[in-house]
């Protein structure tokens, strides 16, 4: 695997392990951050040992050392266009974050059915469905919602609540520019392509709330390029 496919699937696979676990524990009414946290601790520790007892510490040294090369391989992408859109991608970015951390969730769909689900996890400890004759909307599969659990229940607190799309984003990018090379389109090319993708006006309006949009996006255009290399 080249080093934007161990990236993806290693990011995949840490989305899909915190929402099993919030899962399991939120059907069995265990949804407490230690055992959460104790959960993923032992399966990631469990993950790390069965890696470095079949692959070996020799073959992560050379997926470091081929990763390395890969980098240097992109210091000529930032061409005077490239350039541009990476300063507006960081000042862009740096608002959202900022906002995200000073201003309370003022999303309409934040605050109709997405927050309010997730918050009652929080305070029930358990995974239950919410009155439908409040909103019937409730019944919604909450499947990306248990990613924005994550900060909520750690923390106790709605700041940077919003900032959960923002990794999403950028892992997206990568995502684009990992399927545009596959159609051996430039490097030039693919990162300013996958950079106008996080600029476009409704990814950077949905960056900064709670809809499931932006995460969507990314397991969508992960699949198709998993899909279309193996």
């Not at 599969?141 to 900060?151: D, G, R, Y």
Request: proline share 3%; charged share 10%; net charge neutral.
């Amino acid at each position: 695997m080249s080093t934007a496919e161990t990236i993806l699937a290693a990011f995949v696979m840490t989305c899909a392990q915190i929402i099993l676990s919030e899962l399991a524990l939120g059907l069995a009414g265990l949804l407490y951050k230690e055992l959460i946290f104790g959960s993923n601790l032992l399966i990631s520790t469990v993950v790390i040992c069965f890696v470095f007892r079949k692959q070996g510490l020799g073959n992560i040294r050379r997926l470091d050392y081929r990763s390395t090369k890969e980098m240097i391989g992109l210091s000529g992408v930032f061409d005077g266009y490239n350039k541009t859109l990476f300063l507006l991608l960081v000042f862009s970015y740096t608002i959202i974050i900022t906002a995200s951390y000073l201003l309370p969730p003022r999303g309409l769909d934040d605050l109709a059915y997405h927050l309010p689900v997730i918050s009652e996890y929080t305070r029930s400890h358990a995974i239950t469905l919410l009155p439908l004759q409040i909103r019937e909307a409730f019944a919604y599969p909450q499947n990306a919602e248990l990613l924005f659990l994550w900060p909520l229940i750690f923390t106790g607190s709605l700041k940077l609540i919003d900032c959960v799309n923002v990794p999403f984003i950028f892992f997206t990018i990568l995502a684009v520019y990992a399927l545009l090379r596959n159609f051996t389109v430039s490097i030039n090319d693919s990162f300013f392509h996958s950079m106008l993708y996080a600029l476009c006006p409704v990814v950077l309006m949905q960056a900064g709330s709670n809809y499931i949009d932006v995460i969507l996006t990314f397991f969508l255009i992960t699949s198709i390029y998993f899909t279309i290399q193996f």
